[in-house]
Structure formats: structure tokens, C-alpha cells
């Protein structure tokens, strides 16, 4: 087989970009919310580094999301809110502590690594509480809360 | 019943002009054709602008003169004569930031200095009017913020969230920087040369990363170096970022459009010349060489007093720039002589291959100015 090495690309007269080279973001050891969206109608509200900034909000007039480095909360009395919250932790032990409402139609879902779920929860009209032991690696949290919903999440560090 | 706006109008102590909404809806029109038309090939852009215009000849024409805006790397508003209050009259703030002042209005949008309600923390809040640049457009904005988000450096301004409200307005809040235009700064507080130069190191590195991730600043200018209490330099303004993405026969260009995208005398060569889709990183080492040379020499690399816009675009592309030691800021054979003719070459492939490469360059610099100003004193 004729191994030739020949660019696959096409190669142009013009600016060509150099090599990247990227580090991934840092991990820390214990558990911080790395990253965070919220929608609510037509209007959404993104996170985009809560775990370097203080404690800021997506306030609506009947809707509000409000996210920290180790903390969410968010409730509605008007439409659906949505929430996605990405939560990196080290090799420190660590758990969210969930504390939810979910009126029919609602929904709680925490995946490991993207798609494999640890936990869901089942539309309630009570209040529950839940803890999640977050493994190594980033975990997903999505929720969506109907009209009277309620979510608070905490994330507990065991060695702090 | 109580009103319950979603949002808080910025005050901005002017009343907002009165709109047309025929002229509106056709300034909108044409923003959504151009945007479309920036994402294809240059060949049959004219074809689809034609085609979407729908035998409206004048709304071609403002679309043309939009695309030969954006080829040229000078706003596209401003060229076209659109008025940008016309466009967006009522930006709004999302709830939760309360509006101090107007920092500054661009393009398409204006940069509100607010406080946050939660933290009590003041933001710089930038808002964008997108919605009528269609679907594609928001979420290229979106895409775009969550990659300079990603840029960490002492030396560049942290995006602390973003988002868009009903109205389709979006919005970016990032830390606020309570500094000083570096020039002014320079000229009120008599530094040396060489603590003006040693003050554009750190924005060499913080372009070393942010280039590291294909986004190219293209408007570096004394306006967008602001210098802190603390003496500390920080980079801002990535409104007219462009970002390279995919490999490299997939490469896509991304512009923000409706933004201000360079400033004309600080412009590359490349850029000037209208080849602002293919100006590099190379561009940005430029650009900051033009602003280094003006630390130092208290003047731009070329004389532009009195010409006009073109004439000022024909003396980037074409003269070469004066030398620092002409200008008596340097002696003839100091190394500052070498790194300018090397940062301002005319040819990207003989500048600074790199933005680590040209911040080591400065250091050495900093240092040969550090004796000759030590030398200047005794």
C-alpha cells in the first residue's frame, strides 16, 4: 500500500491558523457548579463561570434562578423553568443535597458523564430531599419545574 | 392591573429618537440578508443577496454597501448611514442589574455600567439587539461568548454571564473595569518608556491565549487597553473578535456582526487593504505593535494629519513606517528600532510569528530601555 503522506486539506494561498493548543479548564478537587443555564419563555440566562463570580440571579416576575459556586435555587409560579446545571468535582468526596417540588409535568434528572442517570425523580406534588454522592468527573443536573415547582441544590464537600 | 415588564429600560438620560417602522423593518431586513450572506462564499453572495432582495433595488444596495463595509473592516452601520439608535432605540436590562451610566455604544448594541441587586457588584452589562439578525445569528452569538468565556488571563475581562430576553435582546455582563485609556494614562502620570512598554507585555500574553484559541481581537487600540488603579493593563472589547474554528480545510470565519470591527489608524495593512476575512493573528500583533510605537513615540507610525480616509488606507497598505529612532524617542541602532520594523513589517510573514514570540521580543526590549533611561537620568 503506497503510504503517502500527502495533505488530505487543500492547501491555499492565503492564512492557514497555527496549532492550537488548548488546555481544558481546570478541575478543582471539590465539587463547584462549573456551568449553568435557566429558561423561562423566550428569555434565558447563562452561567458562564459561577464558580470564579459571586452568587448572581435570573429573575423573572413570577420565575427565579439563582446560582453560586456550590448552590442553586430556583422556582416558578408561572410558566416552566428549565434548568441545566454542570457540576464538576475531584477525587474529594462530595454530594448534592436536593431539595424539590416537581407539580405534574415537571422533571429531576442527574446523569453521570452525559447520559448515565443517578438519580430522577417522579413528579410530586410534597417536598422531598435527596442526596447524590457526585462521582469523580462532571454530573449533569436538568430539571424543569412547572407552575409551583421548586428546586434548591447544595453541594457538600465532605473534607471541607 | 400591574405591569410586570420582564425587564428594566436603560436610562440613558436622552430620549429615544422617534422610529420610522418602515425604515426600521427595512434596516432589519436588510441586517438579516447580511448576516446570512457574511456565512457564505464570496461568489455567490451577490447572487443570494439579489435573489433575497427580491428585486428591490435600493434594499441590494444596502446590503452591498453593508458586505463592502465589513470586507473593508469599518463599521458597517456607520458606512451604510444608519443611524444605530434607529435600529435598537429601547435596549432593555434584565431584571436584577440596576443601570448606573452608559459606558460606551457600538455597532449594534451599547455597554451600561449597572450594579447587581444580588451581589451588589458593579458590571459592565453589554446589550445586543439580535433578534432581527434571525435564529442563526443569536446562536452564533451564543456560541461565541461561551468560547471567550473560556479565555482566562489576569490581563483580559472575565465574562461573568450572558443570556437573551424575551425581546430577543442579549445581553453579556462581565466584570467592570474602573480604568484609564492607556495613553492618557502614559501622558498624565510621565511614565519612562520602558514602563510603557513593560505595560503592554502582559496584553502580548493575554493575545498568546487568546489566540491559542483562534479568536483574533482585530481592534486593538490605546481605547480598548485600560489601565487600573493598580497599574495593571487589561485587554477588553472582544466585540469585534472573529473566530477560526474546524480544521483546516472545514475553516469557518465568524464575525460579530453590526459590530465597530477596527479602527482606522490602527489597522493592518491586510486589513486595510480589504482582506479583513483573511487577516490572522498576525493582524493583532500589528495592531498592538502600532499602539506600542505610539507609547513610545507619542505619535502614530505614519503621518496622517490632515488625509482623508482613503488616503489614510493607501499609506497603511503602501508607505512604510517611519522609525522609532526618526522620531528622537530612541537612538539610531537601539533594539526598539529592529522590534518595530519587525512588528509594523508590511508582510504578516515577516512579523512576529506569534504573540509569546513578539512578548518575549518586548521583554527584551523593556530592558534595553530600562539602561538607556537609567542612562537619561544620570
Not at chain 1, 471539590?30 to 423566550?42: L, Q, Y
Not at chain 2, 489601565?227 to 470565519?253: P, Q
Not at chain 2, 486589513?271 to 505619535?299: C, F, K, W
Amino acid at each position: 500500500m503506497d503510504r503517502d503522506f500527502s495533505p488530505s486539506y487543500s492547501t491555499t494561498t492565503h492564512f492557514e491558523p497555527a496549532a492550537r493548543n488548548i488546555a481544558r479548564p481546570a478541575r478543582p478537587a471539590h465539587a463547584v457548579v462549573e456551568h449553568a443555564v435557566a429558561r423561562h419563555g423566550r428569555a434565558e440566562h447563562e452561567w458562564l463561570q459561577p464558580a470564579v463570580g459571586s452568587a448572581s440571579a435570573f429573575n423573572r416576575p413570577e420565575a427565579r434562578a439563582l446560582i453560586g459556586a456550590n448552590r442553586c435555587i430556583a422556582s416558578t409560579d408561572d410558566q416552566a423553568l428549565e434548568v441545566e446545571l454542570v457540576i464538576s468535582c475531584g477525587f474529594e468526596n462530595a454530594q448534592a443535597e436536593i431539595l424539590y417540588r416537581l407539580p405534574a409535568g415537571s422533571y429531576l434528572s442527574a446523569d453521570d458523564a452525559w447520559d448515565l442517570p443517578i438519580f430522577d425523580a417522579i413528579s410530586d406534588d410534597t417536598e422531598r430531599r435527596v442526596r447524590v454522592e457526585l462521582p469523580e468527573g462532571r454530573t449533569k443536573i436538568t430539571c424543569r419545574l412547572e407552575c409551583g415547582g421548586r428546586l434548591s441544590v447544595r453541594l457538600v464537600n465532605q473534607n471541607s | 392591573m400591574i405591569d410586570r415588564s420582564a425587564s428594566t429600560q436603560v436610562q440613558t438620560g436622552q430620549r429615544a429618537p422617534a422610529v420610522d417602522p418602515a425604515k426600521s423593518n427595512r434596516l432589519r431586513r436588510a441586517r438579516a440578508i447580511f448576516t446570512c450572506a457574511c456565512d457564505m462564499p464570496a461568489d455567490e453572495r451577490l447572487m443570494f443577496v439579489e435573489d433575497s432582495c427580491g428585486g428591490d433595488v435600493a434594499l441590494v444596495e444596502l446590503v452591498r454597501s453593508l458586505l463592502r463595509a465589513d470586507e473593508g473592516n469599518v463599521s458597517a452601520w456607520d458606512c451604510a448611514g444608519v443611524e444605530v439608535a434607529s435600529i435598537s432605540p429601547v435596549l432593555s436590562l434584565p431584571l436584577g442589574y440596576e443601570p448606573i451610566r452608559e459606558l460606551g455604544r457600538g455597532g449594534a448594541g451599547v455597554v451600561q455600567l449597572c450594579r447587581e441587586t444580588e451581589s451588589g457588584e458593579l458590571v459592565a452589562v453589554k446589550l445586543v439587539h439580535v433578534e432581527s439578525s434571525g435564529r442563526s445569528a443569536a446562536a452564533r452569538f451564543r456560541r461565541e461568548w461561551r468560547l471567550l468565556a473560556r479565555l482566562r488571563h489576569p490581563a483580559l475581562v472575565a465574562l461573568r454571564s450572558a443570556g437573551t430576553l424575551d425581546s430577543g435582546c442579549a445581553y453579556l455582563v462581565m466584570d467592570f473595569i474602573d480604568g484609564q485609556d492607556i495613553r492618557k494614562h502614559c501622558r498624565e502620570q510621565h511614565l519612562p518608556a520602558h514602563r510603557r512598554l513593560e505595560m503592554l507585555v502582559p496584553i502580548a500574553d493575554a493575545l498568546a491565549v487568546a489566540h491559542g484559541h483562534g479568536i483574533i481581537h482585530r481592534d486593538l487600540k490605546p481605547g480598548n487597553i485600560l489601565v487600573e488603579r493598580n497599574g495593571g493593563a487589561r485587554l477588553i472589547d472582544f466585540g469585534a473578535a472573529r473566530v477560526l474554528e474546524g480544521d483546516l480545510n472545514t475553516r469557518h470565519e465568524h464575525t460579530l456582526t453590526g459590530q465597530i470591527i477596527g479602527t482606522l489608524s490602527y489597522l493592518s495593512p491586510e486589513q486595510a487593504s480589504g482582506n479583513s476575512r483573511h487577516a490572522d493573528h498576525r493582524s493583532d500583533l500589528y495592531q498592538l505593535g502600532v499602539v506600542a510605537y505610539e507609547l513610545l513615540a507619542g505619535m502614530l507610525p505614519y503621518d496622517m494629519d490632515g488625509h482623508t480616509s482613503a488616503e489614510v488606507l493607501r499609506t497603511i497598505i503602501a508607505e512604510p513606517a517611519r522609525t522609532l529612532d526618526s522620531t528622537g524617542a530612541v537612538k539610531a541602532g537601539h533594539p526598539a528600532v529592529a522590534f518595530f520594523e519587525r512588528a509594523l513589517a508590511k508582510s504578516p510573514e515577516q512579523r512576529f510569528g506569534s504573540a509569546s514570540e513578539m512578548a518575549d521580543a518586548m521583554r527584551a526590549v523593556v530592558d534595553a530601555l530600562k539602561s538607556s533611561d537609567s542612562q537619561a537620568v544620570r
